[in-house]
C-alpha cells in the first residue's frame, strides 16, 4: 500500500442534511495500558478518523468523524452516533450554550487556518444536532490545531510533511514565551487538539499506520482519541 494520504487534501464536500439517527456502539474502547504512559487511548469503533472534540470525558465528550459526530457519556466504553453530516466537522465551537458544528476550513492572509461555516447545532453538547441557517458565514470562526489551558498555557500542533508524504504530527506547548514539545508516545497525522475545563489535553487523530522505516504513515484505519491523565502536560 501506497503511504500517499489520499483524502487529506481533497476539499470537503457540503452535502445535504441526511437527517439524525442514534446508534450505541457497544464495545469497550478504551485503552488503559501503560502503553500510552501519560495519556488514556479512545477509539470510536468503525470509523476511520476523528477530526474534532469538544466536552469532557468524565461527563459528555463529543468527537467529529469522517461523516458523523459520535458522543460518550461514560467515559469512552461506549458511543453514541448522534448524526450522520455527510461531510466532515473541522471544528466544534460552543458560544454561551450552544455548540456549533464547523464544516470547513478558511486561511487568513498569514497563513493561520480556521475552522468556519456553521450550518448546524446542539443544545445538549452533541448528543443531538440541528440545522443552522443563520449568519453562519462569518459569526462563528474558531482557530484551529491550537487550544490554550486557564494559565495561559498554548498547545499547538505541529503537522509534518516531507516531499509528499505524511509524517506523524508533533504537539507543542507554550508557556510564558517558551515553546517545548511534548513527549507523545502515539504516531499519526493530529486533526485537533482541544482543552477542557480541568486543562486536560485531547487530540483527535487518524488512526494511521505507522512506517518506522522513512518516518511516513498509512492512512486510515481508525478514529482515535488520546486524552492526557493530568491537566497541563
Not at 470537503?12 to 442534511?17: D, M, N, Q, S, T
Not at 464547523?102 to 487556518?113: E, F
Amino acid at each position: 500500500m501506497s503511504n500517499r494520504v489520499c483524502n487529506r487534501f481533497l476539499p470537503i464536500v457540503l452535502i445535504a442534511l441526511l437527517g439524525i439517527s442514534c446508534e450505541e456502539k457497544e464495545e469497550m474502547t478504551v485503552d488503559d495500558s501503560d502503553t500510552y504512559e501519560g495519556w488514556i487511548k479512545l477509539t470510536i469503533p468503525d470509523e476511520r478518523e476523528a477530526f474534532a472534540v469538544f466536552g469532557d470525558i468524565d461527563h459528555t465528550l463529543t468527537v467529529t468523524t469522517w461523516t458523523e459526530s459520535y458522543f460518550t457519556r461514560d467515559g469512552g466504553n461506549t458511543w453514541k452516533m448522534s448524526h450522520a453530516f455527510q461531510g466532515s466537522v473541522v471544528g466544534l465551537l460552543m458560544k454561551n450554550d450552544t455548540l456549533f458544528a464547523l464544516h470547513a476550513t478558511r486561511t487568513d492572509s498569514l497563513g493561520n487556518k480556521s475552522a468556519a461555516l456553521a450550518q448546524h447545532y446542539s443544545l445538549d453538547t452533541g448528543q443531538t444536532w440541528h440545522s443552522y441557517h443563520d449568519d453562519y458565514t462569518t459569526q462563528y470562526i474558531k482557530p484551529m490545531d491550537t487550544d490554550t489551558t486557564s494559565q495561559g498555557i498554548v498547545y499547538k500542533l505541529r503537522k509534518n510533511v516531507t516531499d509528499n508524504y505524511i509524517n506523524p504530527s508533533g504537539l507543542l506547548r507554550s508557556d510564558r514565551g517558551l515553546t517545548s514539545s511534548v513527549d507523545v508516545p502515539f504516531k499519526h497525522y493530529f486533526h485537533d487538539v482541544y482543552v477542557d475545563q480541568n486543562d486536560r489535553v485531547y487530540v483527535a487523530v487518524a488512526g494511521d499506520r505507522h512506517n518506522p522505516e522513512d518516518n511516513t504513515l498509512v492512512c486510515c484505519y481508525d478514529a482515535l482519541l488520546y486524552v492526557s491523565r493530568q491537566p497541563n502536560p
